[in-house]
């Protein structure tokens, strides 16, 4: 139980695109998810923190106009990369506080490349 | 604001060895310590650890928390190539959101 759909799971996309990233709780309500994003042989850093129903609160340093969430409904957020720059060419995942995984489910995962 | 400090960065091993990876934190609201693996996609969940000096184990793995000196580590006895990894630590501090910070990981590798 507790599974976290992340789509799609890689995407290739040219300098100036946006590109979408969903995720959706399966079998729970996720009332609040996380994005985080990895660079090569770096740690999961904390983008954003979505809350159904209201603003997402960004971390220090990230272009809310640039990476746009939404969360709309109870089981599903997205992360919009809008503008696309070779340089945001990351790992992107989510996280939701869930009943299972000791508190947390993570979603698979989006390779987002730039060219 | 919360830190979370992992040592050694990257370790590379033969088979069979034992290996001990460390994590030290410096937060404003414990409430948990997680360890998870990570392969090519997404962490894969490993330990919680919420109090002190109680060994969490499974298998090959175990790990435990110092909430005193404000550390964890993760021991893996005869390792495997599976075992080649990132293994990240994370600390829970506390507040409404149940928001994670993560440690820069540490890359094990594990030679035949």
């Known amino acids: 139980g507790a599974v976290v759909s992340q789509h799609p799971s890689w995407v290739i996309c040219k300098s100036g695109t946006s590109v979408k990233i969903e995720c959706r709780s399966l079998?729970?309500?996720?009332?609040?998810m996380f994005w985080y994003r990895q660079f090569p042989k770096q740690s999961l850093m904390l983008m954003a923190t979505?809350?159904?129903?209201?603003?997402?609160?960004?971390e220090q340093g990230v272009e809310k106009d640039k990476f746009l969430i939404n969360h709309a409904s109870l089981t599903l957020s997205t992360l919009t990369v809008t503008s696309a720059h070779p340089e945001d060419s990351s790992f992107y995942i989510c996280s939701a506080p869930s009943w299972a995984n000791y508190g947390y489910t993570f979603g698979s995962g989006t390779r987002l490349t730039v060219v | 604001e919360d830190k979370v400090v992992q040592s050694p960065l990257s370790l590379v091993v033969h088979e069979g060895d034992t290996v001990t990876l460390n994590c030290s934190y410096e937060v404003t609201n414990f409430r948990s310590l997680l360890w998870y693996k990570q392969e090519k996609k997404a962490p894969t969940f490993l330990f919680m650890l919420?109090?002190?000096?109680i060994e969490k184990k499974s298998g090959r793995l175990s790990s435990i928390l110092d909430k005193k000196e404000l550390f964890s580590i993760l021991n893996i006895t005869a390792t495997q190539t599976g075992d080649s990894a990132v293994y990240l630590c994370a600390v829970n501090s506390g507040g409404s959101n149940y928001k994670l910070t993560f440690g820069k990981g540490t890359l094990l590798t594990v030679n035949p």
């Open positions: 979505s809350n159904e129903g209201s603003k997402a609160t960004y």
């Open positions: 079998d729970f309500q996720a009332t609040t």
């Open positions: 919420t109090s002190s000096g």
